[in-house]
Each structure stands twice: as C-alpha cells, then as structure tokens.
C-alpha cells in the first residue's frame, strides 16, 4: 500500500522523509535498481547501527558504502581485512615521542565518520574483536585510555559468502553488533545494461557530492526516536525473536538485541516514509535481515542447506500480526 | 479537526484498568465456593477481550458451574439422589450467566446494566449465602463489585461491537429477551396433577430421597394411586414426595436443557461444515465450551425431573396440590390448597401451545445452523448503508475501524478473508491482484485505517471517507457473493 494520504507529518519526520529521498536519489547516481538496499541501509543509519553487506564479488558492496559515505558528507575510511591485519592497525597505536618522552596516540582508521570494513572476515578473529568496542561503544582503549570516536559513526563491512579459503567466520558476538545483514544482490539484465551506459564515461562516484551534513543524520536520528510504536506491535516485535528461539531448526536464536533492533528500524523505515507511527509491515520488513544473521541454526539444517532466511520466513508466517481481526474464528 | 500525536513526547502510560474485572467473580464469595471463584478468575483472564476464547466465556463459566455437581452424580446411589446432585448446579448456573452477563456489558461500557446484573448475583450472595463468614464475604463482594465497575474500558478501550446495526439487533434481543421471560413465566405457573400421578400401580412403592442431609421426604402409594403414610409419619416435618417419574418432567427446565443441547449439536454441525474451520484442530477453548454447554444441558433436563416440586419450585411447579382425592392429587399434611384440574385445563393448553413454539425454534435454529456456511443471498443495488454505531462508538477512530471491519467481513465472505500472518497492507495486495477492481478503494481504506489503527490518527472528514471505502467494497464484492457466482482464487 501507500501511504500518500496520510496525514501531513510533523516538521522534523518531513525533514527526515526529505533527507532520505535525497541521499537515495544520490545514490541512485551510482547504483542502478538497489533502491531496496538503500533503503534499508539508510534505516539502519538512522537507526544508529553498523551494517554487514555479504554478497558476491562485484556486486556493488563497496560502491554502495562510498556513495552513502559521500552523500552524507562523512569522513570515509576504507580498511581491506586481510589475515596479517593487526588490531592496532584499526584502532591505532601509542607511539613515543623521545623529544617530550612520552607516549602519543596515533588514531587509526577507525576515527572518522564511515568505516568501511573490506572483506572483514579474512581478518583474524582477534583483529575482528578490535571492532567490538568501537561498534558497541563509540570508543576505543588503548594502553587503559579510551578514546571517544566522533559521531556520527557508522561501520559498513563487507564479506564475500562463497570463499572460505583463508577466512576466518565472524563469531556470534561481533554478528550481533550488526544491526542489519544485507545483501546487495545482482541487478536485473536492464538495470545492468543501464549501468553499463552509465558508468561509460567518468565513473559517478568522483563526482558524488553531498546531500546532508553530519548534524542532518543526528538530527534525523532524533526524530527517528520520536516515531510511534504502539504496546502491541512491541510485543510483536518481542515474539518474532522469541520464536526464533523455540524454532526446531535452531540452537542460537535472537536475543534482546535483536528485538531492540526490529523497533529501531522500524521506526526509522517509518520515518522514511515521513510517517509518524510503525505498522507491522515495517517490522516485516525490516526481520530478514535483522534476524538471519543472529541465528546459529543446527547442524543438520546446515547439513541440508537451509537458509537462515527460510527460518525467519517461517517464523513470520507463523506470528499472527496485530490487527483486527477478519472475524471471530470459530467464537461461540 | 485532525487529532495528531506529539512525536516529540513518548505515547502517554495509562494502567490497563480493563484487568480490574478479574475481581468480578468474588462478588459471589460468600455463596459460591472457594475453588470456583478463583477458577473464574482464572477463566476471566483467559477470556479477556480479544482473546480467542473470547467468545466462549460464558460456556467455560457453565462448565464450571457444572463440574461441581459431577461428584455427588457420580456418587449417586439411585435415581432420586441423581436428580438432586442436578439440582445443586442450578443456583451456581444462574450466578455465572449473571456473571458472564454483567461483565460483558461492563466491557462494553454499559456500566448501569452491568453494576445491576453483578448487583444481583450479590444479593442472591446475601439472601442464599450462610455461614460466620457471611458478612466478610459479602464485604469482599462489594468491594468486588466496586473494583469490577472502576475496570470497565473507557470508550477508547472497549472492544468493538460487530456491524450489522447496534440499534435494531438490540431491540430486537430486548423483545426476544422479553418474549422468552414471559413464556418460562407461563410455563411455570402452576399447573394441575400429570394424569401419569393417576395410574394405577400394582404393588406399593416406596421412594425415599434425602436432598441436602434437611428434608426427608417419603410417599407410599397403594394399589389405586392413593396415599398411605406409614405410622409416625404424619407430623409437619414430613413432606409429600412425588416419585421420580420421566413422565413428570419440569417442561421449561426440559426446553431449555434440550436447547442447550441442540445448540452444541448445530455447534458441531457448523463446525464440520464450514470451509474455514475444516481441518483444524479444535481449539481447547472450544472443547470446554462445548462440553460446558452439554453439561449444562443435561443439568437442566436432569435436575427438572420432578421429585418434590414443592421443595423445587417457590412459585408452584406442580407443587402444592391438594387432596387424598379420586383425582390423584395428594394431600399435604399439615394442610394445603386444592386446585382442581378441571380448572387450569387452559394452562395445560396454554403449555402446550409454548412448547410447541419452543420445538418450533429449536427448528429454526437447526436450520440455520445447517445453512450458516451458504453464501449470502444478493442484495438489492445501490450502496449499502452502513450501520449506525451506538452513541458512544461515533468518534472518528471508531468509524474508521467498522469501516474496515465491514470491508473486512464482505471479503471474508467471498473466500478472502485476511491471513493471521498478513499485514493490512499486504491483504489488500494480494486481494488487488484476485480483483484488481477493489484496488482503489482498498487503498484509500488503508490510507485511513491504518493511521487509526495504528497511531491513532483520524479525522471526522477521514471517517466517512472510509465508510464510502467500505460500502464500494461491500458493492464491489456483493456480484460474487451470489450463489453460483464463481469466487475468485486465492492470490
């Protein structure tokens, strides 16, 4: 459905819906029919969280984090995993300075606006656990000094699903400080031939200016907070997780975080649509891929090759949604 | 006027009040026993609106009521102690329709009728109820009353009435609530010996029944029908007693007991029969409803077999008849009224013409049961009015809703009906893509509805906006609602 009658939104959700449009627009530049992902990524943006993009090579992955990057005016920093990354290389290191004999804090890569984590599971899980704390915390310790990172900040990892050779698999906790797991997807035959004629010339990306500033993403952030859940789409939200749970396929289900996280995007995904309350189809929406990625499913679900995806859509059609109901079933 | 919500402030907390009702059960403490109370409760807050069971509160509450007399049936030496072990569920039966009743219209918001129906299960507490603990509990019960009145939903809470016409479907039940008192009052006026009193019996017999461990009645009948009381039987403590006979059956106790009966059996019928409920599990709610209904049914028809109707009945029964008589009817000793039976030949008339009309609707209701799953017949053209909501219903937030609930029904009826796990919106998606024709309509439904439902959004201009959604819904669908008419295929 659409929601174009709606009632006229407050100020500040017109704002965020503006905000969103414009980024996406500028995106649109570059990636060719990833409106979808857009969409979702900005949710997650707005949401406050850090995004895992996982797909094969090619496919846009590090294209949609420098374009978001760029629209959104952000200091972008781009790390490429690979096995002999050492923590400190992410989150800097004190070096000593003979003249003043002292110890000074280099910063890392990790200090700026957008981080992009290239290929992050050929990291070592040690160097991967350097990420932890910067993603759950906004700071980083070093030598028992913690240091604030500048905000907004906002991680975009990307992972390659089909090579397994020299990589190491993310473990469960640095998975759930992904808000969201997204994949990009390849385009349409007309979306790539399109892209094709469009990335003949100078490719986009050089030319991608700004579109927002830093202080528009908090500012959306707030509003975002603002936006309507109602008790009963909370508990809705609660029992989607909850089911992941008791699902037969699944030893690991989602946590309490992840349920903090299916209101949060909704509520941005609402936003978006300059709307000033959730419905239950933002919540659908946003579950595959809050969800997925924090199941740990059973060995012989892996064995026969079952999605995480396929458990999540079980668990949505299972969950009765919130809404009137079509007719007392059965009442006496 | 367009009622928004600040987003800048968190939605106000409010204290879900509606729980307050889960007292409404200890208004009878001082009657009822322990383990019933707290059993209502507990079939109380597992029929909160909206619940599933929802609907069949009133059945699970007669289940219980039932359940307490199982014990003395099943320890029942003979037929007689039967019927009484029956007998004993017929005040707990009538406290718990009084219960079901008024907290149903608490719920809905009538708070008058409600404090009256929870009222007098407190005074039939107050006149039956005995004991040192009386006054203690009638205390609890007052301030259970006082507790379920305060629960009763404001008018934002309360759950919805279904569409079909507030007004005249409640006239209508006033005048067939009317009509049914005023035929069980008939058919409990007194009325003359059953000739079965008169037959001849070859041998002496002697029943004896002790009901409740007070009264001991005891009748001998000799050869010809006449009384003969033994010996040291004729003081003012011994009661005639009318043996147990399924020839002397209490008619209007029978009636409602077979009707019971029959509902359950047009219950199962529908079940069985109906598209959406073939091959489900029957839920356990809905067991125990239906088990509530057969024992109340059974209750009733067993427990109206008539022992001693004078002991059963204040207002007569076949009670009170006089006389060692040729006509059969007993004498009382101690003395009695005589009403001869040629004289109230027109009440039997007269009960025989309300039974007769009883059957007749117990037909009718079998009928539509057996029909219920039929498409409805189509209407006449031209927009469907739709109903006017009560009073209290007519805010803006309210109208939206019907309005969708009406749109929701017609399209239930034609086989698309929304899925548990469908969002609104995707409903409506996928009964576009079945009937492209409802896709506008539909849309500008939702484009109300869900603000409403959803963050409490509406406004006057909006609510008849969506009320003529729904009637073109309603239209629109109406052509294959029609028997023979080909309903579309699911999307």
């Not at chain 1, 992840?258 to 239950?280: E, N, T």
């Not at chain 2, 002496?204 to 033994?230: K, M, T």
């Not at chain 2, 039974?355 to 007749?360: E, H, P």
Request: charged share 15%; no cysteine; proline share 8%.
């Amino acid at each position: 459905m659409t929601h174009a009658d709606l009632p006229t939104p407050p100020a500040d959700l017109a704002a965020v819906e503006r905000f969103a449009r414009a980024v996406g627009d500028n995106v649109a530049r570059v990636l060719v029919g990833k409106e979808a992902v857009t969409r979702l990524t900005l949710a997650g943006i707005l949401t406050g969280g850090h995004i895992l993009l996982e797909d094969a090579p090619g496919t846009g992955k590090t294209m949609l984090a420098r374009a978001i990057a760029a629209s959104l005016g952000l200091t972008f920093r781009r790390v490429q995993f690979t096995p002999d990354l050492l923590p400190s290389d992410v989150t800097g290191v004190s070096v000593y300075r003979p003249a003043t004999g002292t110890f000074e804090f280099v910063p890392g890569p990790i200090f700026t606006g957008l981080l992009l984590a290239d290929e992050i599971n050929r990291a070592t899980p040690k160097t991967q656990s350097a990420l932890l704390e910067a993603m759950g915390e906004g700071q980083v310790t070093e030598s028992g000094v913690t240091h604030r990172l500048p905000q907004p900040f906002v991680v975009i990892a990307t992972q390659n699903p089909v090579e397994h050779e020299g990589t190491y698999r993310l473990p469960e906790a640095q998975l759930d400080r992904f808000l969201l797991k997204l994949s990009v997807g390849y385009p349409s035959l007309e979306e790539e031939v399109q892209m094709l004629g469009r990335l003949q010339g100078a490719h986009p990306i050089d030319t991608l200016g700004p579109v927002a500033g830093p202080e528009d993403l908090l500012a959306a952030r707030a509003a975002v907070k603002a936006v309507r859940v109602s008790d009963e789409l909370r508990r809705y939200a609660a029992a989607l997780t909850a089911r992941t749970r008791s699902h037969p396929q699944v030893t690991l289900g989602g946590g309490p975080r992840a349920s903090l996280a299916l209101q949060g995007v909704a509520q941005a995904l609402a936003a978006l649509d300059g709307r000033a309350f959730v419905v239950p189809d933002d919540i659908k929406a946003a579950a595959p891929a809050i969800l997925s990625h924090r199941l740990s499913l059973r060995i012989e679900a892996r064995l026969a090759g079952t999605p995480p995806e396929s458990v999540v859509a079980d668990v949505l059609r299972a969950e009765p949604v919130p809404a009137d109901p079509a007719q007392a079933a059965g009442a006496l | 006027m367009t009622m928004t919500a600040d987003p800048a402030r968190s939605p106000p907390r409010s204290f879900d009040r509606s729980w307050l009702l889960l007292a409404a059960p200890l208004v009878g403490l001082s009657l009822w026993p322990l383990w019933l109370v707290a059993a209502s409760m507990a079939v109380l807050a597992l029929t909160r609106p909206g619940r599933p069971a929802a609907g069949a509160r009133l059945l699970l509450l007669l289940l219980l009521a039932g359940l307490g007399s199982v014990p003395g049936l099943l320890a029942a030496s003979d037929f007689s102690e039967l019927v009484a072990a029956a007998r004993t569920a017929f005040p707990l039966l009538l406290g718990v329709v009084l219960l079901s009743g008024g907290l149903r219209a608490l719920e809905g918001g009538r708070r008058f009728l409600g404090t009256g129906e929870l009222g007098l299960l407190l005074l039939g507490a107050a006149l039956l109820g005995g004991g040192p603990g009386l006054s203690l509990g009638l205390g609890a019960g007052l301030f259970a009353l006082l507790l379920a009145v305060l629960g009763a939903p404001g008018p934002e809470d309360r759950a919805l009435r279904p569409l079909g016409g507030q007004g005249p479907a409640l006239r209508w039940l006033l005048v067939a609530g009317a009509g049914s008192a005023a035929l069980l009052t008939v058919l409990s006026l007194p009325l003359p010996t059953p000739p079965a009193w008169e037959t001849e019996r070859g041998e002496l017999s002697r029943v004896q029944a002790r009901i409740g461990g007070d009264f001991e009645f005891e009748r001998q009948l000799g050869s010809n029908g006449e009384n003969r009381y033994p010996q040291g039987l004729g003081s003012n403590q011994t009661r005639r007693y009318a043996p147990v006979d399924s020839r002397n059956l209490d008619n209007d106790k029978v009636i409602l007991g077979g009707l019971l009966v029959m509902l359950a059996v047009v219950w199962i019928m529908w079940r069985t029969r109906s598209p959406r409920s073939r091959g489900r599990r029957p839920a356990w709610w809905e067991l125990a409803a239906l088990a509530g209904l057969l024992l109340t049914g059974g209750l009733l028809v067993l427990g109206s077999l008539t022992g001693d109707p004078a002991a059963l009945s204040p207002s007569g029964g076949y009670a009170k008849l006089g006389g060692d008589g040729p006509a059969g009817l007993l004498s009382e000793q101690g003395g009695g009224s005589i009403r001869p039976y040629q004289k109230q030949e027109w009440l039997n008339t007269l009960n025989t013409v309300a039974f007769a009309l009883l059957l007749l609707a117990a037909a009718a209701l079998v009928w539509v049961g057996w029909h219920l799953t039929r498409p409805a017949q189509p209407e006449a053209d031209g927009p469907e009015p739709l109903p006017t909501p009560a009073p209290e219903d007519t805010t803006a937030l309210h109208r939206v809703r019907m309005a969708y609930r009406s749109a929701l029904a017609s399209l239930t009826q034609v086989g698309l009906g929304r899925a548990p796990n469908e969002t609104p919106g995707e409903h409506a998606a996928r009964v576009a893509l079945t009937l492209p024709d409802l896709a506008e309509p539909l849309r500008q439904l939702l484009a109300l509805y869900v603000p409403v439902r959803y963050g409490l959004l509406a406004s006057e201009e909006g609510a008849a906006q969506a009320e003529a959604a729904a009637r073109s819904v309603a239209r629109l669908v109406r052509p294959i609602s029609a028997p023979g008419a080909a309903v579309p295929a699911l999307g």
